[in-house]
């Protein structure tokens, strides 16, 4: 949506998120339905996301563009970033979930120390707390 009055540098935690894109332009989410996993955007999610962003706003806006998504998350709930289980030059950050804009910047600064720095990750968001499930690929 773009509202040219809001904050670009602030991202806005209320009943649902809102984050600046540029120049005005914001993306709020999301809808949490799990029963209808889609790329493509539903009328009821933007009915859902367009009700939100009328009550949090007092001006109005216009909308621009719909996009779904799908959060990844795992089952334990923890983020994932780290080394591959076999290509030690290529790094995971994923499992993010709804607060992925959130947590994104420590994730990131912490695979970032792990990879120039070699600090440890945290063991509860390493990658190698999957590591028994991998089957190495020359395994038969």
């Known amino acids: 949506f773009f509202h040219p009055m ?22 709020i989410g999301s809808t949490y339905h799990w029963d209808n996993v889609s790329f493509l955007p539903s009328r009821d999610g933007y009915q859902t996301l367009h009700g939100h962003l009328s009550d949090m706003l007092t001006d109005s806006f216009q909308d621009h563009r719909l996009s779904a998504g799908v959060r990844c998350r795992l089952r334990d709930f923890r983020p994932i970033i780290g080394p591959h289980h ?24 912490q ?30």
Do not use: C, W
Not at 86 to 109: D, E, T, V
Not at 113 to 136: E, G
């Open 86 to 109: 076999q290509q030690s030059r290529i790094f995971i950050m994923n499992g993010l979930s709804g607060k992925g804009a959130l947590h994104a910047p420590y994730l990131a600064q």
């Open 111 to 140: 695979l970032g120390r792990f990879i120039l720095d070699q600090v440890p990750i945290p063991s509860d968001m390493s990658s190698h707390r999957f590591s028994h499930i991998f089957t190495p690929l020359n395994a038969t």
């Open 6 to 27: 809001l904050p670009e540098k602030t991202s806005f935690n209320g009943p649902k998120l809102l984050i600046p894109m540029s120049q005005g332009h914001f993306r």
